[in-house]
Every structure is written in structure tokens, then in C-alpha cells.
């Protein structure tokens, strides 16, 4: 059973509390931080893949659209949903570009927020099955699985790894 792992990023401190709280009483493991550069550094140095990314778009350190862009390559297994404060239409759009799961507006109602986070996390996990089924299926063909000590077996091994 996968965590369910949650991050905030929230500036507005009491917002960010009070959906630490209410996803914690939810059952999530919840992280809050509440800029750009404390999420970066959250996502990269503690090694953290949440399965949801909930995020305030506009921080004082930057936009969170950049950020998703960023590290997208690397972390690819997360749902990312923003919280607009003012509906840009822009910035909605260049969100589902980028992959994010949903956006929706400030102040919203928990209820609300919490159907689009469950959703997030049935669709992270899905992904997260695709990806390890496939890394399973590939390490089952992978060079190590050629079976044969010969020392013909082991030039062959070398020269798939080369190609």
C-alpha cells in the first residue's frame, strides 16, 4: 500500500494550516512549506514523491508553474493541483500544458478541494503501478538475465551494454 503523501505549498500561513490539518485528519502525511525555493529544495533533497503536489500558484519567491516545469523530468509521479487566487486564464492554461491535474480557485471549500486531491492520488497511483510493472517487465530482459558464464556469453553481455 502506497503512502498517502501530501505537500503544501502554501504562503498564506493559516491556509497552509488549516489544509495540514484537515488532509492529516484525512489520513495523508502532510508536508508544508511556503515558497518556490523551500519546495525545491523539499522535492530534490529529501528525496520526497508525494503522490499529490497542492500548490498556491503565486509565491513570493516566484510562480509555482515554473517549479512544476523544472522538475517534471524528475518527478513525474506526482499530481500537481494549483490554487489560483485570482483566476489568471493564462496560467490555468499553461498549467494543464504542463501536466498538472487540476487547478481551482481561492477560497474554495475543502469538500471540494479533497475530491480533486483523491482524484490526484488515484491517478498517481496508477501511474506509479504503470511504472513499476514496466520496470519489472524490462528487468526481466534486461543483459544481467542472459543466462551462460562462457566467456562467449560475457563478450556478448559487453557488447550489448556498449550498443
Partial sequence: MMTNTLLIIEDEALLGAELARYFKKADWEVSVVDSVQKAENHLREQNLDPLVVLSDMNLPDGNALDLLEKLKPEIDSSEW???????????????????????????????????????????????????????????????????????????LRGMLRQG
Avoid: H
Fill in 81 to 155: 493541483i494549483f490554487l489560483t487566487g485570482y483566476g489568471s486564464v493564462a496560467d490555468s492554461v499553461r498549467a494543464v500544458r504542463l501536466g498538472a491535474y487540476d487547478f481551482i480557485e481561492k477560497p474554495c471549500s475543502l469538500d471540494r478541494l479533497n475530491l480533486l486531491v483523491e482524484g490526484a492520488a488515484r491517478s498517481a497511483r496508477a501511474q506509479r503501478r504503470v511504472q513499476l510493472q514496466t520496470s519489472a517487465q524490462n528487468s526481466q530482459y534486461s543483459i544481467d538475465s542472459l543466462l551462460g558464464s562462457t566467456p562467449a556469453m560475457a563478450a
